[in-house]
């Protein structure tokens, strides 16, 4: 078995608990969900799903940078929304940062998520995937 390494991103948010931001082994970096906290305040991104998508998917994108990798090295994403009403918003925004051949993607609805944000984006990632 290949040894894991914890991927520590300075320029995302602090993990919250017991968790690390992200796992490589081997080839393969299995990110945590990333959710609309502004790494610099430390608080959650007001507003909309569409901006807090966005926050989301930079937070995403400093833990991949962290590894070595982008968001083109992503073949697979889970999306948590509070409400699937916000949908639209949210596939608008990962729309413009993921692009073809598009990663693969399950998007759930769930009750709640931390610090009450409305959207939560976790991702796996593959060294030289494109």
């Not at 968790?19 to 970096?29: K, L, P, T």
């Not at 833990?63 to 073949?75: F, N, R, S």
């Amino acid at each position: 078995m290949s040894e894991k390494t914890a991927i520590v991103a300075e320029k995302a948010p602090a993990a919250i608990g017991p968790y690390s931001a992200a796992i490589r082994v081997g080839d393969v970096v299995y990110c945590s969900g990333q959710v609309p906290i502004d790494p610099e305040t430390g608080e959650l991104v007001p507003g909309c799903t569409g901006c807090q998508t966005r926050q989301a998917i930079k937070n995403l994108s400093a833990v991949l940078e962290a590894a070595g990798l982008t968001l083109a090295d992503v073949v697979k994403t889970t999306v948590f929304l509070t409400d699937m009403a916000d949908f639209t918003k949210m596939n608008d925004v990962y729309a413009e940062n993921f692009f073809p051949p598009y990663p693969a993607r399950s998007t759930i609805a769930v009750k709640a998520l931390p610090r009450e944000c409305s959207v939560e984006i976790e991702a796996v990632a593959v060294v030289s995937a494109v």
